[in-house]
Each structure stands twice: as structure tokens, then as C-alpha cells.
């Protein structure tokens, strides 16, 4: 009697909750199943599964900008009870990982958030954006508006809105690239599907790094259990708190 791989078993019911629009279980589901592959060292699946997971992301991405504008979150009272679709952008005092939380807290409601973090305006006029998982992924980018510094504001700014959802969407993809950017290319393909894996984590809603993680799998799969330890460069960032 043939055993069917759990791994596969999840990947039917994913499918099948995409086919059906059901795009919050169709995205959990996907990525259980990514972690399971990953754990078994298995980067055939790892490969085959990042494109549906991209696929039910895309989706949820799609509700979240549909839903309205960008929501700009300065303290926990500024998050709709129940939370409500759409993207929010989280400034200081708050910070990446209440971000994070924000839209985990969302996808377990069945509800589509994708949230990004500004940090204090910086003296050249830009924000530091960031995104976290068990990395930190920044990049800095014009805000929506030019901004005057003002020192005794914890965020160096008075901004309080409006964001334009293509500023939103543009500075998403902006930090997405700029993740990308930053895999050394001379690491072990196995070591680099972890570093696809740990930036998918910060940033789930990133169309391209589903694709790299997908390519970067098929390099690795019949390549030997790499012997070296994996090499992960310290973050020397003077924007982060």
C-alpha cells in the first residue's frame, strides 16, 4: 500500500481552497506545507509549492488594496475591533514587529492585512521601512510627501497621512527587491533557500521572492547536505531602534 507524503496531502487541500476563492486557508495551508518541506529537506516540493503559495498571497494582496486607503496606525487604538482588510503603515512610537503582529493577527481573523513599518524621518528627508521575521529587512524610501524634521517627535516627522495605496504598493516591492538583492549569490543553494524563506517570512505578499525561492530550490535539489555552517552577516543599521 503507497503512502501518501502529508506534504502532498496539504498541497491537494491548498489547491483545492484556491480553486474555491478561499484564499486566507489556501494561503495557511501552502505554507505549512512549505515548512514541512523544508524540515525534510525537500526542495522538489519546496519548488512546486512556492508558485500556488505565491498565487493565493497574490490574492489576499489583491482584497487588501481593493479594500480602501491605507490605514496609518500610531497606537494599537488606531487598528479597527474587528480588524478590517487592507493595508496599514505602522509609525513610531510603534515599531516592525507590532507591524508583524498586525498582520498575523489579520490572517488568523481570515481577514487580508499586509502592514509595513516606517521608522523616524532621517536627516536626508527619507523613511527607513522595515519589515521583520527572524531578519530585519530595510530599505529607505521617499515618504508619500516632502517632510520637515521635527526633533522633539518620536517619528521626526508631523505626518499623519494620506497614503496612496501605489506609494503603499511601490515601497512593498521596493523593500521585497531590495531583500532580494541582498542573498549572497556564493552561498550553497540550500543556505539561500533558507535566506528566500526567512525574507518570505518578513515579507509574504512579495510576488518575486516567491518566485526566487522557487528557482533557487530546483538549484538545490540533488545537491549534498552543504558541510559548512550557515553564514548569516551581522546587520549594522543605524535606523533601527
Not at 506545507?33 to 516540493?45: C, M, N, P, S, Y
Not at 528557482?215 to 549534498?224: D, F, H
Request: hydrophobic content about 40%; proline content about 10%.
Amino acid at each position: 500500500m503507497t503512502r501518501t507524503n502529508p506534504i502532498d496531502v496539504l498541497m491537494e487541500r491548498a489547491s483545492q481552497a484556491l480553486a474555491e476563492t478561499r484564499y486566507v486557508e489556501a494561503e495557511s495551508l501552502a505554507a505549512r506545507a512549505l515548512v514541512k518541506a523544508r524540515r525534510a529537506d525537500d526542495f522538489e516540493r519546496i519548488a512546486r509549492i512556492a508558485l500556488p503559495l505565491q498565487e493565493a498571497r497574490r490574492q489576499l494582496r489583491l482584497l487588501a488594496a481593493e479594500a480602501g486607503p491605507v490605514r496609518l496606525v500610531t497606537a494599537p487604538a488606531d487598528v479597527p475591533d474587528p480588524i478590517a482588510p487592507g493595508f496599514y503603515l505602522v509609525q513610531p512610537p510603534l515599531i516592525g514587529l507590532d507591524a508583524r503582529t498586525l498582520g498575523e493577527a489579520g490572517l488568523r481573523r481570515g481577514v487580508a492585512v499586509v502592514a509595513l513599518a516606517r521608522e523616524p524621518l532621517t536627516r536626508d528627508g527619507l523613511w527607513p521601512i522595515v519589515a521583520v521575521s527572524e531578519i530585519s529587512c530595510r530599505c529607505k524610501v521617499l515618504p508619500p510627501v516632502p517632510l520637515e524634521r521635527v526633533e522633539s517627535r518620536m517619528s521626526k516627522d508631523e505626518f499623519s497621512g494620506p497614503i496612496p495605496v501605489a506609494w503603499f504598493e511601490s515601497t512593498y516591492e521596493t523593500l521585497g527587491d531590495s531583500a532580494i538583492a541582498a542573498i549572497d549569490t556564493g552561498e550553497p543553494p540550500a543556505w539561500r533557500v533558507d535566506d528566500c524563506l526567512e525574507r518570505l517570512d518578513a515579507l509574504p505578499f512579495h510576488e518575486k521572492l516567491h518566485q526566487v525561492l522557487a528557482a533557487t530550490a530546483r538549484e538545490a535539489i540533488g545537491q549534498p547536505t552543504p558541510e559548512t555552517p550557515r553564514r548569516r552577516p551581522q546587520i549594522r543599521d543605524p535606523y533601527s531602534f
